[in-house]
């Protein structure tokens, strides 16, 4: 964690943006040579934190202008029930637990990568929806209904695309052979489903915690008053 | 002393939190009263299309008519309605004269002559009473069709009940009472006081609830003396018989015992409802029979079905059914088609129908269809266009104790081609226009104006008037359509007949009194459509989620920007390409001028 912190602010020190530029391109070789690219994303250094964080801030804003530009016939949203914040905690919060996830079940498989190289990794990996989700929506605003079946393939295939990228970082990463990422993978899934679960767990029990105090404290008033 | 004071006082104002919370529960029941549903399957509220003009209750028409016995239908037809009384074996005949309704008559049962009384012979007595009678269909004939059809000959000498009476065992000693021949007209001549039929109350073969068997022959009650070209068909269910009789009651002909190999060997004929059209092909819909309508030629012989609803399996029933055992499949209900449950016919003969037993999931889906279009093959024709498909509400909490999709249980066609549904679960009446788009929704359960108990039947009087039928309270219900509903059917006939501007400019009209109509910000938009307005016309598909008009004005909106600036793009593109061409041979000229 403190190593994302430090990745924010070693972008403003000295070399940064030549590095920056540098690994953002490179961001471009990766989506393009996944297993060369992901290895030396993080054995060779050639990534950067700064530029994962501008992957994800670019993953998140065009899931938002998605659903904000998208041409209406193609999108489907009910503005009075639409939330930047949710939309945007969408993206991150699945993003947060399944790196956390996969580390602590790749820790236990003997993985090689970090915390830090995980969340690097995988938002490399989301390179694609940007990149394709991006001129998808100029292009949905210049298309018929018939013609849009394009946006909805095109889009489709960034998910593959980013999918397929993410089992290659697990891999890559972790120095794993493709049985053992997919088994990590399915795992990390389950965590996944365990975190939320214990969280809400967690909140449900609070939120019964405070609001018994809060019934107890009123009670109290009555009584006294 | 004190604090017990302080502590009641505590107490109560603790009640009274407890009945504020439920007192604002019950709120704005009257505001929803007509509604729409938008794009997002939300109900919208709209404003009355049809309003409550009168609430009928038959002890105050006439004091001979006591109160309906689960009623089962109603059918108008000019001033006229006839309301089937089911539980008292009776059809009621009521006239519409300056806004009140009036008796006519009360139909107990029918005249027949020496030569049609076989076929209406019961167990083994000629029975010409009504029992149970579920539905009845007025068709207009004239009296040179009724000859060309029927002839003459049914007219012949009267059937004489008390002969028979004689001859028949005299077990029940019952006799008509006298208030029955109070209003005799002058078509109840032969009397048959105590024409008993073989069957008691006790032994009728019917399921339960089983209505009492009328037990004499009562005569009918006529109070006033009307001459009309008309024709009835009646529904007699548990005599297992469609009557087809004149105005003045002289049976016809008889409907009954179909043969057909479809049919098994027990099967009993039970109609309960019918419709007949142009060419006097009778189509009835019986209970039991899953393969559609029956449908019999003008001399009443079966000729086959119509509109067999396809059986629905879903895939998880098929799987479940390959896993279980034998006895497990035997055990669990078969999977048979469903039943239609009521009928009527459109001004052009095309078959409207309702079917009620129908899974819920099916219905949202779209492959179970509870309203259908029916041509004379059978096909359904119901063109469904709208946002959702016609199958009344699309929100399903629960209303008044009752969940799930609506059930409808009958349906009027109207002569513009919309139509009315009626669900009998929430008491609600649903009109759709000729693609399927809802128009307004209205009613409710409930016993005050405008509610019902337990709809099961309506129909239009005129264009612009529908009655509901609520058998369980046995009371009917006009409704008269408002200037907001015939101002929708005002665009429609418009846009249909083409004057898509004119429709334009009412819809622009209905829009003032409801924003919330996507309908009308559609037809504004088709109409800037036709136009070529295409900008203008994507303004308004957008607003009502149109998405298909919006392709359409949007492909030729491209095509007019495309056109407009073509001409600007190829001459960029040609500079492009030719100024920089154009530099370097400059530049080559000068090398060379310089170096020469």
């Not at chain 1, 830090?116 to 990149?131: D, H, R, V």
């Not at chain 2, 000729?434 to 005129?462: E, P």
Request: aromatic fraction near 14%; proline fraction near 3%; charge should be negative.
């Amino acid at each position: 964690m403190s190593k994302i912190l430090s990745g924010i602010a070693g972008f403003f020190k000295g070399e940064g943006w030549s590095r920056y530029r540098k690994s953002f391109r490179y961001a471009f070789y990766v989506i393009l040579h996944p297993f060369d690219g992901f290895w030396d994303l993080t054995h060779e250094k050639r990534g950067s934190m700064a530029v994962a964080h501008t992957i994800v801030i670019l993953t998140v804003l065009t899931h938002i202008w998605d659903r904000r530009f998208t041409n209406f016939m193609l999108n489907n949203t009910r503005w009075s029930e639409f939330s930047i914040w949710l939309n945007t905690l969408g993206i991150l919060v699945p993003l947060l637990i399944w790196v956390t996830a996969n580390w602590c079940v790749t820790t236990l498989f003997d993985g090689k990568g970090r915390f830090y190289e995980i969340y690097m990794g995988t938002a490399y990996a989301l390179t694609p929806y940007p990149l394709i989700g991006l001129p998808m929506i100029l292009l949905s605003n210049v298309v018929t209904k018939e013609e849009g079946v394009f946006y909805t393939y095109f889009n489709t295939f960034a998910l593959i695309w980013a999918g397929f990228l993410i089992l290659c970082a697990v891999l890559m990463i972790h120095d794993y052979s493709l049985l053992k990422g997919i088994v990590v993978i399915l795992a990390s899934i389950v965590g996944m489903a365990v975190i939320m679960f214990v969280c809400l767990l967690f909140f449900s029990l609070i939120s019964d915690a405070i609001m018994y105090l809060v019934s107890l404290y009123k009670e109290l008033l009555f009584r006294i008053s | 002393m004190k604090p017990i004071a302080k502590r009641s006082i505590a107490l109560l104002m603790l009640l009274c939190l407890l009945f504020c919370n439920v007192t604002p529960a019950m709120a704005d029941d009257d505001d929803w009263y007509t509604y729409t549903y938008n794009y997002w399957g939300d109900p919208v509220a709209s404003p009355n299309a049809y309003a409550v003009t009168n609430k009928i209750y038959p002890q105050y028409i006439d004091p001979e008519l006591g109160t309906f016995s689960s009623a089962t239908s109603l059918f108008c037809i000019d001033d006229l309605v006839f309301i089937c009384d089911a539980g008292n074996n009776r059809v009621i005949e009521l006239q519409k004269v300056n806004g009140t309704y009036e008796l006519v008559r009360i139909i107990y049962s029918l005249n027949v002559s020496k030569l049609v009384a076989p076929q209406l012979k019961f167990k083994d007595s000629i029975d010409a009473t009504l029992y149970n009678p579920m539905d009845i269909f007025v068709k207009p004939i004239t009296q040179a069709d009724r000859v060309a059809n029927f002839g003459t000959d049914y007219l012949g000498d009267p059937y004489d009940f008390s002969a028979e009476t004689a001859s028949v065992t005299q077990g029940n000693s019952l006799t008509t009472s006298d208030e029955d021949n109070a209003g005799e007209g002058g078509e109840g001549g032969e009397s048959g006081e105590g024409g008993e039929g073989g069957e008691g109350g006790e032994d009728a073969p019917t399921p339960t609830p089983t209505p009492v068997a009328p037990s004499e022959r009562k005569e009918n009650i006529v109070r006033k003396d009307l001459k009309r070209d008309y024709d009835f068909y009646i529904a007699d269910k548990l005599h297992n018989r469609v009557i087809h009789c004149d105005y003045n009651l002289n049976v016809i002909n008889v409907i009954r015992d179909p043969q057909d190999d479809t049919l098994g060997d027990n099967y009993v004929f039970n109609p309960e409802h019918i419709a007949t059209d142009a060419a006097y092909r009778t189509y009835v819909q019986a209970a039991g029979v899953v393969n559609g309508f029956m449908e019999f030629d003008k001399g009443g012989s079966f000729t086959g079905y119509v509109g067999a609803a396809k059986v629905i399996v879903s895939f998880w029933r098929k799987l479940w059914r390959k896993i279980q055992t034998k006895e497990q499949r035997n055990r669990s209900a078969q999977h048979v088609p469903t039943e239609y449950n009521n009928i009527s016919l459109d001004k052009n003969g095309f078959i409207y129908a309702t079917i009620s037993a129908l899974e819920d999931q099916d219905i949202w889906d779209g492959t179970a269809t509870p309203v259908r279009k029916l041509n004379s093959m059978g096909t359904d024709i119901l063109i469904r266009n709208g946002s959702a498909f016609p199958m009344g509400d699309l929100s399903w909490g629960s209303v008044k104790n009752y969940a799930g999709a609506s059930k409808f249980v009958d349906v009027i066609a109207f002569n513009n081609d919309t139509y009315c549904c009626l669900d009998r679960t929430r008491g609600k009446i649903f009109a759709y226009d000729f693609q399927g788009n809802l128009l307004y929704a209205f009613g409710n359960g409930g016993t005050t104006r405008g509610r019902f108990s337990q709809a099961v039947s309506m129909d239009n009087m005129d264009e612009e008037t529908i009655l509901v039928l609520d058998g369980t309270a046995g009371n009917i219900t006009e409704f008269s359509m408002t200037d907001y509903g015939k101002m929708i059917n005002e665009a429609l006939a418009l846009y249909k007949t083409g004057y898509y501007d004119e429709s334009a400019e009412v819809w622009k009209r209905i829009l003032q009194f409801n924003g919330n109509f996507e309908l009308a910000y559609i037809g504004i938009g088709r109409a800037l459509l036709r136009k070529g307005e295409y900008k203008e016309a994507m303004g308004y598909f957008e607003s009502a989620h149109d998405s298909e008009n919006y392709s359409k004005a949007f492909r030729h909106y491209r095509e007019q920007v495309v056109e407009k600036y073509i001409v600007y793009a190829v001459v960029v593109l040609i500079a492009l390409i030719v100024i920089p061409k154009i530099i370097r041979k400059v530049r080559k000229m000068r090398k060379e001028i310089r170096e020469a």
